[in-house]
């Protein structure tokens, strides 16, 4: 099947390696086609039935997944407004690890950094300092986060946060979930949002959401929660299989074709098959550089994420003019986001793309940089 460019040009499948949105499978776009229907009642509630089965494996939990008709960084402001009152540790090591920062400024909280170069992993020593010296309302925290290809520990991050009993701990895994392993519930996460236009492949427009007892009894204390993103009206609306608003209808018809794919291939093949394709990646950065052209992995060996990897090129390479040559090629990577777009470009290898396709997009790399 050929897409449309909007520059004229006919872009066959499984060429769009964009780090979001993501490549969608034809018929999972074809879903959104089916006619409108009323939002209340038992034939809806039977299809957000099926759709919570789906998610609720795809989280590794067994709390209610809100459904969410925004963005990513829509539930990043929820995650905020619920989850604190008054001050945030913000974790940051990216643009969007940085965002959430801004997002709880922007919601008049009072905001604590523990910031590092970016291309860097958190450090739980550090952060375990920096929860000693004072009390925090929730720790934010970027999953995988986008802009430079780091994965960071949830699991031994959560249990440095939980030694703080009052305190939440508050992920971005808008680029993680569905692609990167994520337990929600045996690794203790307070609240967890991903974007639908990520590794769960689907169009944008719809976001997840998956909040522990801790932050909705929190949620429950919170004034100016607001009304859009108050997460105990989810969390009561969810147990009707209800939503408190409009859902995106379309979008989660498309949802429905796509969690059936994904329950096929099961998660753990999944996780393994977006591992696969990270690592070709790397050995290719190698391979490069043992044929003379230094390219860089941004990420360190060992945090590095299996959804989306951030080349930096060498000196007196432009990084946008890679981007643009493999697009007349009829290809699509990520530019460099951020301070690192003039010297990185970014491959997102996430949701339904397979190593042969990646290998056929790394093989038109490879000649445009040699």
Known sequence: MNHPDPQGLTRPYGRFFLPGPVEVRPEVLAAQLKPMTGHR????????????????????????????????????????????STRVLSLVNGAFSKRFSDI??????????????????????QVAEALSVRKYDAVTVAHSETSTGVLNNLEVLSEVVHRHASTLLLVDSVSGAAGAELQTDSWGLDFVLAGGQKAFSLPPGVSFGVASRSMIERAKEVDGRGYYFDLVSYAENMEKLQTPTTPALSTLFALQIQLRLMAKETMEVRWARHRRMAERTW?????????????????????????????????????????????????????????????????GHMGEHTVEELEELLSVLAEILT
């Open 41 to 84: 009642g038992p034939d809806v509630q039977a299809f957000i039935g099926e759709l919570q089965t789906g998610l609720k494996d795809a989280f590794r939990t067994e709390r209610p997944v809100f459904i969410v008709p925004c963005s990513g960084t829509g539930l990043m402001e929820a995650a905020i407004r619920n989850g604190a």
């Open 104 to 125: 709880a400024r922007q919601c008049g909280r009072e905001v604590d950094e523990v910031s590092i170069p970016w291309g860097e992993a958190q450090d739980p020593d």
């Open 283 to 347: 050995a290719w950065v190698e391979e490069m550089n043992s044929s003379g052209v230094q390219l860089r992995v941004v990420a360190p060996e060992g945090y590095r994420s299996p959804t989306v990897t951030v080349v930096e090129v060498p000196d007196g390479v432009s990084a946008p003019l890679v981007v643009d040559t493999v697009k007349q090629r009829g290809w699509v990577i990520g530019g460099g986001y951020g301070k690192l777009k003039p010297t990185t470009f970014r491959i």
